[in-house]
């Protein structure tokens, strides 16, 4: 199979498998929907915190549809045919990573703003906030693909994706807020965004060696 008849199946396995973008937008929307309520609806309390609170939102939503990157392959069999073709497996964990940044990250970099402006977010911030989840969702992406790999069939695999991605998760979500809180207080975002951009590089390029040995231990 070449790479691009495995994106684009990756793509369509993750929009036709159960809507998978739509529940992470959904959850995220709904999650920011209910902290103001948790709050008492004070924004003058919740404000200052929605930087953080909608990185949360977006870690956790990232989560969701981790499980069935390579689950669903292994157990069809489908898996044991793509490692039988042409591309590495370094290279199958990556287009795998890509199609669930392009499925799920990019539809929750656009939902982001609005979560952030529901908690008291300025205005003048959405298009920051976007910039910052758009990174953020490749270091999600990779770091995520890490973790379904290392629980490829393992019982109750989605607990375990979530102990093992939660804590690598915990850099994008300090960067990715402190750029929107060092802009709101009127200072440059670029170093926080440095920092963000060098962490989802740095899961770009480790977690297929990592992931593909995974894969590969799984399979037997």
């Keep these: 199979m070449s790479a691009t008849r495995l994106f684009r199946r990756e793509l369509s396995l993750a929009w036709g498998g159960g809507g998978g973008p739509l529940l992470a937008c959904g959850f995220l929307l709904c999650l920011t929907a209910i902290l103001p309520l948790a709050a008492g609806a004070n924004a003058k309390v919740l404000a200052p915190a929605a930087s953080g609170a909608t990185w949360l939102a977006l870690a956790l939503a990232s989560l969701l549809s981790l499980e069935r990157m390579f689950e669903r392959d292994f157990e069809d069999g489908a898996l044991d045919l793509i490692a039988s073709g042409p591309l590495p497996m370094e290279a199958v964990v990556t287009l795998k990573a890509l199609a669930q940044w392009c499925a799920t990250g990019l539809p929750l970099a656009l939902a982001a703003p609005v979560a952030a402006l529901a908690l008291g977010q300025p205005t003048e911030l959405v298009g920051l906030t976007g910039l910052a989840a758009l990174i953020g969702g490749l270091g999600f992406a990779f770091t995520g693909a890490l973790g379904a790999a ?71």
């Design 150 to 220: 290392l629980a490829l069939g393992a019982k109750r695999g989605g607990v375990l994706i979530a102990v093992v991605v939660l804590p690598l998760f915990i850099p994008p979500v300090i960067f990715g807020a402190g750029a929107v809180e060092q802009a709101s207080q009127g200072l440059s975002p670029a170093p926080a965004l440095a920092f963000l951009t060098a962490y989802a590089l740095f899961a770009a390029a480790l977690a297929p060696l990592a992931g593909a040995a995974a894969v590969r231990s799984a399979q037997g």
